[in-house]
């Protein structure tokens, strides 16, 4: 047995081109970016958004979760023939077990969305490269695995910062989204560039697992049209279940885009 095949449930992971083409539908959408920034650092939607049913939720601020939420509300708004949910994956890339979901998703034609950690890029360069050219999206998810509400601000913008310019010199493109480690935001967080908070609608706590049949039924008897789906491109398991979800939502008539998608069309 290879070492990565080993699990150690005391640890919790190591956790499209762009949209727009010309000069000034840049512009838009750095202003969107902005715009967005600041609503989610409002104190004022502190706890507008809840979790549905028994979802676990993340430790962060409620307001945290806001874009999820406008993922959630506009997905509900697509006809029935068009439910879009978002497959995204932390803690990556891993040597192997994301090439291996990689060639999964492309032979269904699935898109995904992948927060990285800084410290896997290097030796996995082509995975990043070639994330980017099948048109997933790729987010950032600081380069240590960090808990961001309790780091010193200059600190926090290093990690985030660190891996967005390993993943700018791969692909020529700034990560804009970012998933906190342990679902965990600085909404006074201040760095030199815009980062937008994605967490999630749907947890099946695939890394405290090895067994795939529960890692999908979780996920399946959670999720609904909108939603934004938690797993891990880390572990052989959550690899396989991911397969075993896309195939079973399409079958159901979902579509897999990245959380751009869901957020801004």
């Known amino acids: ?5 080993a699990r150690d449930d005391k640890k919790r992971g190591p956790e499209r081109n762009g949209l727009f083409a010309g000069f000034g539908a840049r512009i838009v959408r750095s202003l969107f970016f902005w715009g967005l920034a600041a609503i989610l650092a409002s104190s004022a939607y502190t706890g507008i958004v809840k979790i549905r049913g028994n979802r676990a939720r993340p430790e962060g601020d409620g307001a945290l979760l806001e874009v999820a939420a406008q993922a959630k509300t506009k997905g509900r708004g697509q006809a029935q023939e ?22 999964g998703l492309k032979e269904r034609g699935a898109k995904a969305t992948f927060f990285v950690i800084g410290k896997n890029i290097p030796g996995n360069e082509d995975v990043i490269r070639r994330m980017d050219e099948e048109g997933h999206l ?3 998810h600081t380069y240590d695995h960090v808990k961001i509400s309790g780091m ?13 310019a390993l993943i700018r010199e791969l692909t020529g493109k700034d990560t804009e989204f970012v998933r906190p480690p342990f679902g965990e935001w600085n909404k006074d967080l201040e760095c030199s560039f815009v ?14 697992t090895n067994n795939v049949s529960d890692i999908v039924r979780r996920v399946l008897e959670d999720t609904e049209n909108g939603d934004i789906i938690l797993l891990h491109d880390y572990y052989k398991s959550s690899v396989r279940a991911a397969i075993e979800i896309v195939d079973k939502l399409q079958s159901q008539g979902y579509e897999f885009v990245t959380v751009d998608e869901l957020i801004l069309e």
């Open 195 to 208: 980062m937008i908070p994605v967490l999630w609608n749907v947890d099946p706590k695939d890394w405290t």
């Open 82 to 103: 068009q439910k879009r949910v978002a497959l995204t994956f932390d803690d990556g890339p891993h040597p192997y077990y994301t090439e291996e979901l990689l060639d």
């Open 1 to 5: 047995m290879r070492a990565e095949d």
């Open 152 to 164: 010193d601000k200059t600190a926090a913008c290093e990690q985030i910062e660190k891996t967005s």
């Open 138 to 140: 790729i987010g950032n």
